[in-house]
């Protein structure tokens, strides 16, 4: 990421306001992707002081707004508190996303984690339609192989199986159609009752 501009102070986020980015975190030759969209608030000029860390780049997947969080907002807050209360909620959501993606990536098959990733992206950005759930995102085997930890090869061949299967179809459009039986490669037949 290029350095902060001039207006973006230490603790400066921005709001995504609509559109589509992408997060990627390098470490050696392996890169793991977050997608971020409406509603999502980050600091993409965070130092990355960790101990082990990661090379990270943005990336923009559809035409994106944001705004700028910065001491304007702060002085905000101090009049509207829940405008603060809102920001953490975002945070914290956004903490619950990544847990729930994590979680993900340690189901045994590909093709588990394939389901998983995406019925969480369904869960965000999907609209329901009679076939099942389509997920208007235009996303590469390469990008789903980031956001569930593997190659892109191993993507393609479990994404076939489960297009043979009639599970996750891509659209001609570039979206992907989850069919609604889809969930039972993962979840056990038990929680789909509730």
């Known amino acids: 990421m290029p350095p902060a501009p001039r207006w973006a102070q230490t603790g400066t986020a921005v709001l995504v306001v609509d559109g589509l980015l992408a997060r990627d975190a390098t470490l050696r030759d392996?890169?793991?992707?977050?997608?971020?969209?409406?509603?999502?608030?980050?600091?993409?000029?965070?130092?990355?002081?960790?101990?082990?860390?990661?090379?990270v780049s943005w990336f923009v997947h559809e035409p994106t707004t944001l705004a700028a969080l910065g001491g304007r907002f702060a002085m905000a807050t101090r009049r509207w508190p829940q405008l603060a209360l809102n920001v953490q909620r975002r945070l914290s959501?956004?903490?619950?996303r990544l847990a729930g993606q994590a979680a993900a990536l340690q189901l045994p098959n590909v093709d588990q984690r394939v389901v998983a990733v995406l019925w969480q992206l369904a869960d965000r950005?999907?609209?329901i339609v009679p076939d099942g759930i389509v997920i208007p995102l235009r996303l590469?085997?390469?990008?789903?192989?980031?956001?569930?930890?593997?190659?892109?090869?191993?993507?393609?061949?479990?994404l076939g199986k489960l297009a043979?299967?009639?599970?996750?179809?891509?659209?001609?459009?570039?979206?992907?159609?989850?069919?609604?039986?889809s969930r039972e490669a993962v979840l056990p037949h038990a929680a789909l009752a509730g």
């Open 125 to 127: 950005f999907g609209r």
């Open 140 to 158: 590469s085997h390469q990008v789903i192989g980031r956001l569930v930890g593997a190659q892109r090869p191993t993507v393609t061949l479990a």
């Open 30 to 55: 392996r890169t793991a992707t977050q997608l971020l969209g409406p509603g999502d608030v980050v600091d993409p000029w965070a130092t990355g002081e960790d101990l082990l860390a990661c090379d």
């Open 93 to 96: 959501s956004r903490a619950d």
């Open 164 to 181: 043979a299967a009639g599970a996750v179809v891509r659209r001609e459009d570039g979206s992907w159609l989850l069919s609604a039986d």
